[in-house]
């Protein structure tokens, strides 16, 4: 049981690139969410989505852009990647049951330079 | 803006000791509580959670939740050095539509 994968692990790309971290699931839950964690703030929510083509903001969402034309995949893409966007990522999904537990992927450590 | 607040720590326990971790929360609409634990360079994983007030215990777990109070607190009891990690706090906001709500985390170091 694979659960949540998230790709690349580890990456560290230029300021202005595109970069695109991906997660896939296979719980087949329904929600998605992406977090990044970043020292002093916590996890913050960037964007989430309810259903394959419905997805919402978050706290954090500028910058940032999401899909998810199949329930399994939910990749976030930096459209022109920034330091301020140095931080750890994670992908979560929940099928909203037992109290709307959430499940979290590895996490994806992203440097910009 | 929902807000989660929590004590960073580090907040230091004996082995063998009960360590107290607590959670504030800022909107009275929230649902569910959560519990998870981190451990460096890794991602959270689930304790447990708590929807009704009251206690809920499992294993050396146990968590309280005082809705009136707006407070939600983890103990666990017979602290081992493999407790020591970032326990995270989040709740589920009203409505539950948009993910959880996290605290910073409290740093729990516990001393063997």
């Known amino acids: 049981d694979a659960g949540i994968t998230q790709s690349p692990r580890y990456k560290i790309t230029e300021t202005g690139r595109q970069v695109t971290l991906m997660c896939h699931q296979t719980?087949?839950?329904?929600?998605m969410f992406w977090y990044r964690q970043d020292l002093g703030h916590g996890l913050r929510l960037i964007y989430y989505?309810?259903?394959?083509?419905?997805?919402d903001k978050g706290e954090v969402p500028d910058g940032y852009v999401v899909s998810r034309s199949k329930t399994e995949n939910f990749p976030l893409t930096l459209e022109s990647a920034t330091r301020s966007q140095t931080s750890v990522y994670f992908c979560?999904?929940?099928?909203?049951?037992?109290?709307?537990?959430?499940?979290f992927g590895e996490g994806s450590w992203l440097t910009v330079v | 803006q929902k807000e989660v607040e929590q004590n960073s720590g580090p907040l230091s326990v004996p082995e063998g000791a009960i360590a107290s971790l607590n959670c504030t929360y800022s909107?009275?609409?929230?649902?569910?509580f959560f519990w998870y634990r981190q451990y460096s360079g890794k991602s959270p994983e689930l304790i447990m959670f708590?929807?009704?007030?009251g206690d809920k215990e499992d294993g050396r777990f146990t968590a309280q939740l005082n809705k009136a109070s707006q407070y939600v607190s983890l103990l666990i009891r017979d602290s081992q050095p493999s407790d020591s990690a970032t326990y995270l706090c989040?709740?589920?906001?009203?409505?539950?539509?948009?993910?959880?709500?996290f605290g910073k985390g409290t740093h729990l170091i516990i001393q063997p």
């Open positions: 979560a999904s929940s099928d909203r049951g037992i109290g709307n537990t959430i499940y």
């Open positions: 719980w087949s839950h329904s929600y």
């Open positions: 989505s309810a259903a394959a083509d419905i997805t």
């Open positions: 909107d009275r609409g929230s649902q569910s």
């Open positions: 708590i929807y009704s007030n």
């Open positions: 989040a709740v589920l906001g009203g409505g539950g539509a948009d993910g959880l709500t």
